[in-house]
């Protein structure tokens, strides 16, 4: 069964994983953007500062043309575009990064790029938010988890390795023997593995270049569920509001998320067709569609009643001839 968190279907900036992309400088960006049918949400960070930029899709046409006079594209395309563009660095795409200078200073994002084999040139321009509690929702809190949360895990780890080599060492007291020697291994000592790590040159690699492995499937994954879950903790009123719809919808009495289908996934109900009245008793069907089951097998109790009393009506009158 799924966790209730994962039952979230609201399309959410927070949970979109950052990637890494590097500006044609040589700058770092972190970037992540929520493309919809309607216009995008697109979020930048040089690792000081967070930018953004929401554009609806009228918008976006105009930016186009403007940008491209010689390109038509739909809308639609457009966005695909971007998008695929945002998801990992494509190479042959030339990301360039530049301050915004003037009464909105910010951070303007332009790609360089083609659609359809034709010159394509696009502008993020990004400002600076409302307010900068977007470095907390965006990057510290989930970042936090996460390292707590593989913490977690390696521990868990820990303690599968202690099972194995407890089953292993039974196998070996029962005589079992490893055909493969390269294949043995020692007693797992999670301290020395600890210490092994911290001296490993993997983890100066790391530490050198930490955005190296940012944009990996592994990472981005962990990213989107600890910033689903830390959503659906903060906003846990608006979830159970989602709850009661569902609900109405699809006629469930549970109050809890346990085998529910999301809101968004059930077919579109008008109002007037999900509203019921509580005092008004349900509609009565004719009776041959609302036979019950009960009156069904009675019926069929009273045919083979029947059928039998014929039966031995028939072999009675066999048994008079027959002494006749």
Not at 51 to 71: C, F, H, M, Q, T
Request: hydrophobic share 35%.
């Amino acid at each position: 069964m799924a966790a209730p968190w994962r039952r979230c279907n609201r399309p959410l900036l927070e949970a979109q994983p950052w990637t890494h992309l590097k500006a044609a400088d040589g700058q770092d960006l972190l970037v992540k953007g929520l493309f919809q049918e309607d216009g995008y949400h697109v979020m930048l960070c040089d690792l000081e500062n967070v930018w953004e930029e929401s554009v609806e899709s009228e918008d976006i046409s105009g930016r186009s043309k403007a940008l491209n006079p010689n390109v038509e594209a739909p809308t639609a395309t457009i966005l695909h575009n971007l998008a695929s563009h945002l998801d990992v660095q494509r190479p042959g795409t030339v990301y360039a990064a530049r301050q915004q200078e003037g009464e909105t200073c910010g951070l303007v994002l332009a790609l360089s790029t083609k659609i359809s084999g034709l010159p394509y040139q696009w502008e993020f321009r990004c400002t600076e938010p409302p307010t900068q509690n977007v470095k907390v929702t965006h990057l510290v809190m989930p970042l936090v988890t996460m390292a707590v949360e593989l913490s977690r895990r390696q521990q868990e780890l820990f303690k599968l390795l202690a099972k194995k080599d407890r089953e292993i060492q039974e196998l070996r007291e029962n005589r079992g023997t490893l055909r493969r020697r390269n294949l043995e291994t020692g007693l797992f000592d999670p301290k020395t593995f600890t210490n092994d790590m911290s001296l490993s040159k993997d983890f100066e690699q790391v530490a050198q270049d930490p955005l190296k492995s940012l944009s990996s499937s592994d990472t981005q994954a962990l990213y989107k569920d600890t910033a689903l879950l830390l959503n659906w903790i903060t906003n846990a009123a608006d979830y159970e509001e989602e709850v009661d719809v569902g609900m109405m919808a699809d006629g469930s009495t549970t109050g809890t998320w346990a085998g529910k289908i999301p809101v968004s996934l059930l077919p579109a109900v008008s109002v007037a067709t999900r509203t019921v009245s509580p005092v008004t008793s349900p509609v009565k069907r004719p009776a041959a569609v609302m036979e019950s089951p009960t009156k069904m097998d009675e019926q069929v109790r009273r045919d083979e009643l029947e059928k039998k009393l014929e039966e031995e009506k028939t072999r009675g009158k066999k048994k008079k001839k027959l002494l006749v």
